[in-house]
């Protein structure tokens, strides 16, 4: 099993267009945004060449907006691709988890994630 590998399925191996869902941080239902593992900012330094392969680099979740933000916030991109790169280390972060849970109390103003009817 490698460093990416995610028991929970949830980690995706190629970037697709936005989703709408349940943001896998927070648990809100909304809008989705694709956050790489491994920033792209670090995938041409050479040790993330050495180490990891393309598929790899390419992994990532799909989280909310607001959670996506807060990670960016609070972490930089060195730290996020050394020390969180797995959904498990991210969940289990407590800075990242005081801001989920802040998150998860905000109120989805607008349905602005769920199809217009015709």
Known sequence: MDKLTDPD???EHQRRGAQVGSCPLCQRQTNLTFHHLIPKKMHRRSFFKKHYKRQQLAAGIYICRQCHTGIHTLFTEMTLA?????????????????????????????????????
């Open 9 to 11: 399925n949830e980690v």
């Open 82 to 118: 050394k020390e969180l790169n797995t959904v498990k280390q991210l969940r289990q972060n407590k800075a990242l988890n005081k801001h989920c849970r802040w998150v998860a109390r905000q109120h989805i103003s607008q349905p602005d994630h769920l199809p217009v009817p015709f």
